[in-house]
């Protein structure tokens, strides 16, 4: 017998998910405030206020797991993400279904070294700050035994629809032949990760009461540096070999006063001047999680995007 999942987001992970659910059988309730999403005979796309928990427990009423894989616009994350996850978290505990959160490496801050789940949260930035809260109240609340929650976190994102330093800033010029000015050192080794990965390990953390009152991370595509995806790109499409160099400071300052997302970089440079690399030994050993999807596949979808 098929169970109920509800996904709440439908952008490129959260339509992953919903479909990898739903290919194997299972019924979900795709949850978006225009109703949005992939189309299948087991998807049942809704519009609803996902920050609203009394309507979304509804909506969530039997289901095995509430899977979150929305977010507000980057630059709005403290004044738009609270509320979002407090609906959430709400409308698991009135429901009793599993709580899974995709999140990322933010909360950690700077490290020196791999990224593994047993580090503690120390943000150094405002949108750190908000995640760590996010899974802190989580955490909490599956203390108390209000909730089971679980948060999968996933580096930058490759694949069809990904939307990711690399996809905005790199992706675009090369396959247009373009010179890229990237933020950050494009020969520091970097963790990408599949959003066809990151689905895998939210239906998988869904489904394996081990997962609960801890966080995951996703096995990366690759640890490449950005310049060596920005080759493999070009080759793959057939674009002109990529010219790749890093912004300077005032570049960035001057997009940053341009644009509200790209006003949002500069505090997170810290994971991009510098190795920042993600450990999922235990994610691959505990839940059973298949090698991650060749990078050239999910290289192939972003060019196709």
Known sequence: ??????????????????????????????????????VHPLIERIAADATDPVRLAGLASG?????????????????????????????????????VMLGNVYGYGPVDGPFTEDLPLRPSSVKGEVRARIWADA??????????????????????GAVSPFTLLVAAPVLAGRPVAYP?????????????????????????????GRAWHVPSASHAPARELAVRLARLA??????????????LAGAARADAVMAEVPEMLYLYDRPALIDSTATETALGLPPATPLDTALAETAAR
């Open 238 to 251: 057939g674009a002109p070999a990529p010219r790749l160099d890093r912004m300077s400071t005032g570049a």
């Open 1 to 38: 017998m098929s169970s109920l999942y509800v996904v709440v987001g439908a952008g490129a992970t959260g339509a992953a998910t919903a479909l990898l659910l739903a290919r194997a059988g299972e019924r979900v309730r795709l949850v978006t405030r225009r109703g949005a999403g992939p």
């Open 139 to 160: 955490l909490a609340a599956h203390r108390a035994g209000r909730v089971r929650a679980t948060e999968v976190r996933a580096g930058d994102f490759l694949g069809a």
């Open 184 to 212: 950050g050192d494009p020969d520091a080794a970097h963790s990408w990760t599949y959003t066809g990965d990151a689905a895998r390990a939210l239906v998988a953390a869904a489904r394996d009461e081990r997962s609960w």
């Open 63 to 99: 289901a095995a797991a509430l899977v979150n894989c929305a977010m507000p616009p980057y630059h709005r994350w403290p004044e738009e993400f609270p509320a979002l996850a407090a609906g959430l978290l709400g409308a698991a505990e009135r429901t009793g279904a599993g709580y």
